[in-house]
């Protein structure tokens, strides 16, 4: 069943090599009872270890019921020692998270085929049917003992390896974990025992002496015969994918961690929270900012171009005030006819004083066409605008901002009343819609009269200050700009050398700007937030790197039950993406209620997006994955040997 030839084994401490095996040659049938004898220092945990395949030699073949094991894989090799042999250690090796029942059926989360026992049955049969759901602290040595051989037995293993399985019991118990041993051995299963005491060694049927690393002795005390009915037929196939058995014993073992050290738990959880709640307040103020000005620019209208005189280039010039060019009727007839030009308004403007009963409010006066409105997006919400006939027959009409509304008419209804505008009553027929303020203008108040009412009835005046363009396509704004600064050029006499005078200012091109540096402005926050969710992942990264140290024992015990490279890598990123999952929603819940305090205490415009909620999730859980990586791989790649005796 067991073949050893010619085994060594060698350690290095440094540059000093030091033998502990010296040529080994061992044969254990199957059904034996064998104990192997040596002092301190001998060498038997070692061979113990090799023969467990929990180490290789230095060199030598094993062969395990006719196959050699020196060239299997890892994995192969795991899958061996979960289902051929079962472990029982001298320090019991029960993880304290875990109920007796728990610990029992440790070994079947690692096992790919379903023979594993009863393990309640098991309990039960070695006299722990009382302390079934009672954690390690809370039972004897004896008693933990004993649910260590029920985990070694649930996967009706061929051989258990027991190393001085008594050596930290009393007496009596001492000899209820021989009686178990022997009626085991009853049953047919193999088993080797380590000891050095020899009375125990007695009890066994044969008696294999070591000692600096050599067989001394191989004495058979009791012969029997011996069945080989469950030898394996062939080497256990390796898998890739990870069952969901598997996953869901992570997940569960993941969080009995976590809860185990709630403080350092919740630290981590505070960095990742923290981190997730910046991404999700800082994108949602830069969204509410940008969805703002976006509200703001679109009321300024859409492919406007505006006409007007370069006021700095006539202070340059030393020009005064008569010799400025005036924009007329006959510059905005013409400005009409150039193709793709879809409206035109002229626009003269003035601050004045609004009067409504015994309030007065300074304000903007604005003379437009009726185009204005749709020009600028400024259909009235309440009320309409005037018409072309209105305007020409200069008809005292008005419409009002909501600012004017506010600190005029109150809770009022306008619609119908008259204000005073320069001592002449204008009839108030609608309420233009919020827009809101650019810089250090508010654009909601104003009042809009009749262009011609503005220029002949109010202001005096028989030219206008600019004039509003709206261009049908947007690739056509700058060859309509320039044929109208021509126009005005050529109507005016100006000369080629001097025709900046006459301004065109692209509004596109204004709003383009605005809106780059709000997006500018989101991605600063944005990058802000993801840089303190990479110090919580950080932070994660050294929490889980003291875990690993902390929990070395525990990986080399599930190595030694049957875990591979891959279930001790995927038991630790799951831990680590768990703490960012659940500091991820605690995130989302702080940031979201940050976003609405924000926007509700400090009149901050904020906008929460699915899209920063996604954003925070995702990149959560890729900072657990990616800060996860390195502590998972360093304790895939622990020895299970030297993490067993890691102190």
Known sequence: MIKLENIHKTYKTGKIKVPVLRGINLEVEKGEFVSIVGRSGSGKSTLLNILGLLDKPTSGRYFLDGKETSNLSENQVANLRNRYFGFVFQMFNLLPRLTALENVKLPTVYSEINTFKNPEELLKKIGLEERIFHKPNEMSGGEQQRVAIARALINSPQVILADEPTGNLDSKSTQEIMEILKSLN?????????????????????IVKIDDGKILEDKILNKTSFSVENSINEIPKTHSILSFKRIKSYFSQGIRSLLSNKTRTFLSLLGISIGVAAVIAMLALGTG?????????????????????????????????????????EDLEEIKKIKGVLRVSPTVSRRGVAIYKSGNWSTNIIGVTSDYQYMRNSEPDTGRFFTEMENKKRAKVSVIGRTVLRELFGEEN????????????????????????????????????????????????????????????????????????????????IPQGKKDII??????????????????????????????????????????????????????????????????????????????????????LLGSGISIGLSKFANWN?????????????????????????????AAKLNPVEALRYE
């Open 186 to 206: 009853e049953e047919n299963i193999t088993i080797i025992l380590i000891t050095h005491e020899e009375d125990l060694a007695q009890q066994t049927r044969r």
């Open 606 to 634: 904020t906008k929460i997006s699915m899209w920063s909620i996604l954003l925070a999730t995702v990149f959560s859980t890729f900072v657990g994955l990616f800060f996860g990586i390195w502590p998972a791989q360093k």
């Open 289 to 329: 900012a940008k969805q703002q000005v976006k509200e703001s620019l679109s009321s300024l209208g859409s492919n406007l171009l505006i006409v007007r005189p370069n006021w700095r280039k006539y202070r340059g010039v030393g020009l005064s005030s008569e010799n400025i060019t005036r924009l007329n009727e």
């Open 503 to 588: 301004e065109v200012r692209n509004l596109a091109e204004i709003q383009q700007a605005v809106s780059s540096t709000v997006k500018t402005f989101s991605y600063l926050l944005g990058s802000i937030a993801l840089i303190s969710l990479l110090v919580g992942g950080i932070g994660i990264m050294n929490i889980m790197l003291v875990s690993v140290t902390e929990r070395t024992r525990e990986i080399g015990l599930r190595k030694a039950l049957g875990a591979n490279k891959k279930d001790i890598l995927a038991q630790f990123l799951i831990e680590s993406v768990t703490i960012c999952i659940v500091g991820g929603i605690l995130g989302i």
């Open 414 to 493: 306008p619609i119908g009343k008259f204000i005073k505008i320069n001592r002449i009553n204008f009839r108030v027929i609608g309420v233009l819609p919020e827009r809101g303020a650019t810089g250090w203008r508010d654009r909601d108040d104003e009042i809009l009269i009749p262009v011609n009412t503005a220029m002949y009835r109010v202001f005096g005046k028989r030219y206008f200050d600019r004039i509003q363009i709206q261009v049908e396509d947007e690739n056509l704004m700058d060859r309509v700009s320039k044929q109208a600064q021509e126009i005005i050029v050529k109507n005016h006499r």
